[in-house]
């Protein structure tokens, strides 16, 4: 609590002060989730199970708050494994929502990375130009 703290008070205070600013970003934060939940609720649709946005954002807002408060960075493994479980509480078989969640895995985590490795590689100032 103490860091948390302490960052609110080093944050400059124009930024904190700015109640459009703070809406805003967490409008652009809710987006966020709410485009991972149709994400999750594609690709079981594309499993074949029945399309539900709910279904999709209700899971994934759990695996959310799991990774936020476990102790695992980047929430390997609890983020995935809870969101399964979460699934086949809402009704998606075992199978299908593992599969979901590793396809939602790969399509917001891992597939972006592939285009900033090849900027790393290839773009201004990478190694050798």
């Not at 904190?16 to 991972?36: E, K, Q, S, T, Y």
């Not at 946005?53 to 695996?63: D, K, Q, S, Y």
């Not at 969101?83 to 985590?109: C, D, F, I, Q």
């Amino acid at each position: 609590m103490r860091t948390l703290l302490r960052a609110f008070g080093e944050a400059a205070r124009h930024l904190i002060a700015d109640r459009r600013l703070i809406l805003r970003v967490a409008g652009c934060n809710a987006a966020v989730f709410l485009a991972d939940g149709l994400t999750l609720a594609v690709c079981l649709a594309a499993l074949g199970q029945p399309f539900r946005v709910a279904t999709g954002f209700i899971a994934l807002m759990m695996a959310s708050i799991v990774a936020t408060l476990g102790p695992i960075p980047m929430a390997l493994g609890s983020s995935g494994a809870s969101s399964v479980a979460m699934l086949t509480v809402l009704g998606v078989s075992l199978e299908a929502a593992v599969a979901a969640a590793l396809l939602l895995r790969s399509l917001t985590l891992w597939l972006p990375l592939a285009p900033g490795l090849i900027l790393i590689r290839t773009g201004p100032g990478a190694p050798g130009k």
